[in-house]
């Protein structure tokens, strides 16, 4: 089963287009020797013309799209963004946003490096030199790699200052001129990060579309077109969640129903793919099937609190948007860390 590629889910490029057959002759019977009185040779019959072999379909556009920038999700999304902004919420969870870190905290944790980007940088530029042209996606890809690159330094700099904790010795004034820098830095990523996540998704959205269209009319691929619509409902689910707020401590829906109508039809999906027979998924798909049932069970009792009104307790309150969220049943962050992990598999699935 061939896996789309994440956060975001990417659809692979078809098979490449088959060279036509050279038009191979055989080697005509010499004509035979006159005799005197042998009548003139019957000419050759003109040899049949080769057989046309149709070329390969074209490969759908959104499909083109999709493999041409499937590395600004592997390889530049998925690798820096969420260590970026644990990074930004590493360092303001001691340093004040206002004023700057002073040297009289009472903990300096300093904060997270990333990766070096040279692995973004070559994705966004592999992109570029592939056709079809997509000046939107490649702008943004671009601004997200150099944004990336300018935090890279950074944040070693201000690594290596906190780790040998330098500011005991210049009374923080390092960590002053720097905090200014970061800030503006990581502004910069999440401007970035925004832009290019909008024009993926977009892609990759019309992609799955058609997608799951074209596996829809083919009885033998039921259990891949099980696995792409129980991520296309997941993924709904997901945007629908992160659209949440929280008043007077219970999450919130701008349209209650519509989440719990796609909650429930996750629901209807992830039952379809357990009834599967599992001849029919292939060895990778237990694997999937477990992940989506607990992607379910985060999703149910989320829309639970929701649709009843149910208040998140004070502990609970005090992990909303921390990276402990995930630990709250029925939250957002639990249901973000479960739907990533499906991703995960789905990627790695044959």
């Known amino acids: 089963m061939r896996a789309l590629s994440p956060l975001l ?23 035979a020797p006159r005799v005197a009185s042998a009548p003139p040779p019957a000419p050759i019959a003109p040899r049949p013309a080769a057989p046309v072999v149709p070329a390969a379909p074209a490969v759908p556009r959104e499909e083109l799209e999709a493999s041409k920038i499937s590395g600004y999700s592997t390889d ?32 300096v944790y300093g904060l997270y490096t990333i990766y070096d980007p040279r692995r973004c940088r070559a994705a966004v530029g592999e992109a570029a030199r592939r056709e079809p042209s997509m000046p ?47 800030l503006t830095a990581y502004e910069a990523f999440a401007s970035a990060d925004r832009d290019l996540r909008r024009e993926v998704e977009a ?11 074209a596996l829809a009319a083919d009885p033998a691929r039921r259990a891949e077109y099980l696995v792409e619509r129980t991520m296309d409902q997941a993924l709904r689910v997901l945007r629908l969640a992160r659209d949440l707020d929280i008043e007077g401590g219970r999450y919130v ?27 029919r998924g292939g060895s990778s798909i237990g694997g999937f099937r477990e992940g ?15 649709r009843d009104g149910d208040r998140l307790t004070r502990s609970e309150l005090s992990r909303v948007g921390t990276r402990a969220e995930w630990m709250t049943d029925g939250s957002y962050g639990q249901l973000q860390g479960r739907y990533n992990r499906l991703v995960d598999i789905y990627n790695r699935m044959d």
């Open 253 to 279: 829906a701008e349209d209650p129903a519509a989440f719990v109508a796609a909650a429930e039809a996750l629901r209807g999906g992830v039952d379809e793919l357990l009834a599967l027979p599992p001849e």
């Open 136 to 182: 939107d996606a490649e702008r943004a890809a671009e601004a997200y790699a150099a944004a990336v690159e300018r935090l890279y330094p950074l944040l070693a700099r201000a690594d290596r200052y906190y780790e040998r904790e330098t500011w005991r010795d210049d009374d923080m004034a390092g960590g002053r001129q720097m905090h200014a820098e970061l």
């Open 292 to 306: 989506a049932e607990e992607l379910l069970e985060a999703t149910l009792t989320l829309m639970r609190r929701v």
């Open 203 to 213: 892609v990759q959205d019309r992609a799955r579309a058609a997608r799951l269209v």
């Open 76 to 107: 530049c999304l998925n690798r820096f963004s969420e260590r970026v902004y644990s990074s930004r919420e590493r360092y303001l969870s001691w340093a004040d946003e206002e004023t700057g870190p002073t040297g009289r905290e009472r903990i």
């Open 9 to 31: 889910l990417i659809c692979a490029l078809a098979g490449c287009c088959l060279p036509l057959p050279f038009d191979r002759l055989d080697d005509a019977p010499p004509p």
